[in-house]
Nanobody, 127 residues
Framework: QVQLVESGGGSVQAGGSLRLSCAAS?????????MAWFRQAPGKEREGVAA????????QYADSVKGRFTISRDSANLAINLQMNNLKPEDTAMYYC???????????????????WGRGTQVTVSS
């Protein structure tokens, strides 16, 4: 099993920044897991935001966050981070960390590719 715990959410004004972190633990957790951030706003479907795999060799972002969000991996601590800059009100959502044992996910921003999920951290952006 792998446990994922998110942190770093909060409330900011539009244009501000937040940094989310996700720590992985458990006997099956390794730095080779593909990991990703998803978000879900009230009344909307969960969407993939950013993914990282093959260590830190590859990343993918949703079009809505390209150029503003950066995903990174801290292999020593089995953690990933999501640096979010120039936040917009439409970024308001619950953000979830996800992981899979796969070295390379077939669809990095599809939630069906991930097995382990954190409980989420709330991000609220006010205009």
């Amino acid at each position: 099993q792998v446990q994922l715990v998110e942190s770093g959410g909060g409330s900011v004004q539009a244009g501000g920044s937040l940094r989310l972190s996700c720590a992985a633990s458990g006997y099956a957790a390794t730095s080779s897991h593909s990991m990703a951030w998803f978000r879900q706003a009230p009344g909307k479907e969960r969407e993939g935001v950013a993914a990282i795999w093959e260590g830190s060799a590859f990343t993918q972002y949703a079009d809505s966050v390209k150029g503003r969000f950066t995903i990174s991996r801290d292999s020593a601590n089995l953690a990933i981070n999501l640096q979010m800059n120039n936040l917009k009100p439409e970024d308001t959502a619950m953000y979830y960390c996800a992981a899979t044992h796969r070295w390379s996910p077939a669809r990095p921003l599809s939630d069906s590719d991930y097995v382990y999920w954190g409980r989420g951290t709330q991000v609220t952006v006010s205009s």
